[in-house]
């Protein structure tokens, strides 16, 4: 599975992305997807993550209610709407999959894809 994440840009706070995970090579509707992002000198950070069907979705506490994943898994893509995007939410996103079955937000992908730069002025 080869993975890229795109739709990263400059946006104000306040404002909105929406980043996009491509698959290429195999089909992402039984793969586990999450999205990290990792900021200037900081640890990488697990954001969001969604089960095989996207019935099933984890947050991370600081995007809850601002962010939302969700997945086309006839096109192979999965999403991260970014609503009411703050300046501490600059980093280099990125998204990863995994054929086994996950819960939660896990770390240990199998498959991850080049990131996106998301940079949010104040």
């Known amino acids: 599975v080869q993975l890229q994440a795109y739709g990263g840009g400059l946006v104000q706070a306040g404002g909105y992305l929406r980043l996009s995970c491509a698959s290429s090579?195999?089909?992402?509707?039984?793969?586990?997807v999450g999205w990290f992002r990792q900021a200037p000198g900081k640890e990488r950070e697990a954001v969001a993550a969604s089960s095989w069907t996207g019935t099933t979705s984890y947050y991370v506490d600081s995007v809850k209610d601002r962010f939302t994943i969700s997945r086309d898994n006839a096109k192979s893509t999965v999403f991260l709407q970014m609503n009411s995007l703050k300046p501490e939410d600059t980093a280099i996103y990125f998204c990863?999959?995994?054929?086994?079955?996950?819960?939660?937000?896990?770390?240990?992908?199998?498959?991850w894809g080049h990131g996106t730069h998301v940079t949010v002025s104040s």
């Open positions: 990863a999959a995994d054929e086994r079955v996950r819960i939660g937000l896990p770390y240990d992908y199998n498959y």
């Open positions: 090579g195999r089909t992402l509707s039984r793969y586990y």
